[in-house]
């Protein structure tokens, strides 16, 4: 019975422990349960919220840019594009596994996979785009069994008119990390959607922070093996803004075109808004090669070419005005009352400046000029001397009120100021003081002086109008139009400018005047000019004593730049054209027929009567169009 009694006790004693340690477990159980649900319940929701949830940006629609014609010169079009994220799954066997559906070679496996290493584990890579909608749609149905792979339609930029925008639209391309280097606090865009691509060039760079748009925000749920179930939640982004410019599509093309072969450029500009209507350079590119990535063999094409297509000679190219700056210096004489427009000076083909002779363009001289002579047939002698009288102080005050020596306001990148010096520039740039000879280059436009097409084009503008009109490309952002103020007076006396213009229109209507035979024929229609000649190399005497070297008979090189600047009509100006051919030799042969044909399609549109040329080119002008050469836009390459 004892016995008994003490195996109840035992027992009764082993169960009260064994109650204890479960009811202890079950207490810490608890304990912790609530410590996980109610102090650490929101950090665990969190997680697992994130587990299910994802949060992508979605990429703004680039906006659109127009001509002043409503033309599409910019545009997007569906790219599609597979892209990977390192989240899920061995991203190596994903990617052999996808290239036996796509072609993938090993070298671009390798590419991806370092860039996938570089990145978060959550930010995606480009794979492959601008795929055909057969390889996009296999990707797509086994995405399934590919973690982390997401097919997705994004946009891509697209320049319906290839060449012919190039150097003022330019191209975009993919974020680089040099450009999140140059910014201090770049947009999450930039660094968070793949391949995200901004403005690299014209334009499309300059107004980047226009055309961009903001990101939209799409939250997706996603399974275990991260494939998007079904998207929650879209908050779309804002477009970028749509941009028409005052560039005038056709006129652009055919502008391109009419310098086909040439290393050149021509800008044209409506004389009362500053609407700048043209402004080509050639030869150009194709931009397009730059959004879907240029090959090796194409960019190495492009920079070695001695013609520089890459370079947009109308603002960035700065070259001595030669002749055409000798209506600054005749409107800087008669506005300080050194000279009245009867005046003359006798050109014997030279004269001593200092221990120096200096020469005339035309060996034998012109006899006694006055100031419209002197514009008529470019006399230099006549330069020389009423330069001298100016001085150079009061030469570069009146080409900065002409518009040369000015870095003009216009949204594209590398526009240069030319240099117009004066003494105070070359005693602090070169150390020396400014001497009598430097005067009298400077008289004919040379010597230290550079001037862009652009500024040539607007100080054209200014000598027909008389007024401050500055040059402007934006016409209008998001149908808006942009304020276009009035320009000032220039103050000018009357006399002064009638005197200058007159000597522009001999130039291309008196039967002796350089660019007669460049002139418009239509007597509505009568264009005022200046040809002008760029010397690349200095003539020497010795050189001059076994007979001066005719241009094309010296390598490409070291020819001489063609010039030539022209408003029309005279009587009520509507448009003002720079043009210039590089080594082209004289700007009456290589520069004018140029600047004519452009101007006429200009003042008429495209379809030109024949008559508004002179009888001398109708020929010509029949071949031309029976070629095709001034109708339809096309693009060919350069000879």
């Known amino acids: 019975m004892a016995k008994d009694e003490d195996s109840s006790a035992n027992v009764t004693r082993r169960g009260l422990v064994l ?70 799954g061995n991203p190596a066997d994903t990617l052999m596994q996808l290239s ?73 391309g993919p974020v680089s990390d040099y450009d999140l280097s140059q910014l201090e606090n770049p947009d999450p865009l930039l660094r968070e959607v793949p391949d995200f691509q901004i403005g690299k060039n014209g334009i499309e760079r300059r107004l980047e922070d226009n055309l961009r748009g903001s990101a939209g925000i799409s939250r997706v749920e996603i399974n275990a093996s991260g494939r998007i179930i079904r998207e929650l939640e879209r908050v779309e982004g804002r477009s970028g803004e749509d941009l028409q410019l005052t560039v005038d599509s056709g006129l652009q093309d055919y502008a391109q075109r009419r310098m086909e072969g040439e290393s050149a450029a021509t800008v044209v500009m409506d004389v009362q808004s500053g609407d700048l209507v043209a402004m080509a350079s050639a030869p150009s590119f194709d931009p397009n090669n730059f959004v879907f990535g240029i090959s090796t063999g194409d960019w190495r094409a492009l920079n070695e070419d001695e013609y520089r297509p890459l370079y947009n000679k109308a603002v960035s190219g700065v070259y001595p005005p030669g002749s055409t700056f000798k209506m600054v210096v005749a409107l800087a004489a008669m506005e300080l009352g050194l000279v009245n427009p009867n005046e003359t000076v006798f050109c014997g083909g030279s004269i001593m400046v200092g221990n120096r002779r200096a020469h005339c363009w035309r060996r034998g001289g012109h006899g006694h000029m006055n100031l419209r002579d002197s514009l008529k047939s470019s006399c230099d002698i006549y330069y020389y ?16 009120r002409l518009g040369i020596g000015i870095r003009h306001d216009i949204p594209l990148p590398a526009v240069r100021a030319g240099n117009m010096p004066d003494r105070e520039w070359k005693q602090r740039v070169h150390g020396e003081p400014w001497l009598i000879g430097d005067t009298v280059n400077s008289g004919i436009g040379q010597g230290f002086m550079l001037a862009s097409p652009l500024e040539l084009c607007v100080m054209t503008a200014r000598l027909a109008t008389g007024k401050a009109v500055s040059p402007r490309l934006v016409r209008s952002v998001n149908g808006v139009p942009q ?43 009568v264009m005022a000019g200046k040809t002008g000649t760029s010397q ?88 031309r169009r029976r070629l095709g050469l001034d109708s339809a836009s096309v693009q060919r390459d350069r000879a």
Do not use: C
């Open 483 to 525: 304020p276009a103020p009035e320009p000032e007076d220039l103050g000018f006396s009357a006399a002064g400018l009638a005197a200058v213009r007159g000597g522009m229109w001999a130039v291309s209507n008196d039967r002796r005047g350089t660019a007669y035979r460049s002139r418009i024929a239509d007597p509505q229609m």
């Open 100 to 172: 036996r559906i796509i072609d993938l070679s090993p070298e671009r496996r390798a590419r991806i996979l370092r860039e996938l290493y570089d990145r978060r584990a959550f930010q995606k890579v480009t794979v492959a785009e601008h795929m055909s909608w057969e390889d996009f749609a296999r990707v797509a149905a086994n995405s399934p069994a590919l973690p982390g792979v997401e097919t997705e339609v994004g946009l891509s930029r697209h320049y319906p008119e290839a060449g012919t925008f190039a150097h003022l639209v330019g191209y975009v």
């Open 19 to 88: 109650m204890g340690a479960q009811l202890a477990l079950i207490a810490g159980l608890g304990w912790r349960m609530r410590h996980l649900q109610v102090e650490e319940g929101e950090r665990y929701r969190l997680l697992a919220e994130e587990n299910r949830v994802n949060e992508h940006l979605i990429a703004p629609s680039r906006g659109l840019i127009f001509d002043r014609q409503g033309h599409l010169i910019a545009v997007n079009q569906q790219n599609y594009r597979v892209l990977m994220s390192r989240e899920r």
């Open 385 to 400: 001397d009423i330069a001298q009288r100016i001085g150079i102080d009061r030469i570069s005050e009146m080409a900065n």
């Open 536 to 623: 690349v190399r200095r003539i020497t005497e010795a050189e001059r004593r076994t007979g001066v070297f005719r241009n094309e008979d010296l390598p490409w090189n070291r020819r001489d730049h063609a010039l030539f600047v022209a408003y029309a009509p005279f009587d009520n100006p509507r448009y003002a054209i720079a043009t210039i051919v590089e080594h082209g030799g004289g700007g009456s042969r290589a520069a004018a027929p140029i600047a004519q044909d452009v101007m006429i399609r200009a003042l008429y549109g495209p379809e030109p009567p024949l008559d508004a040329w002179p009888s001398a080119r109708h020929q010509e002008i029949r071949e």
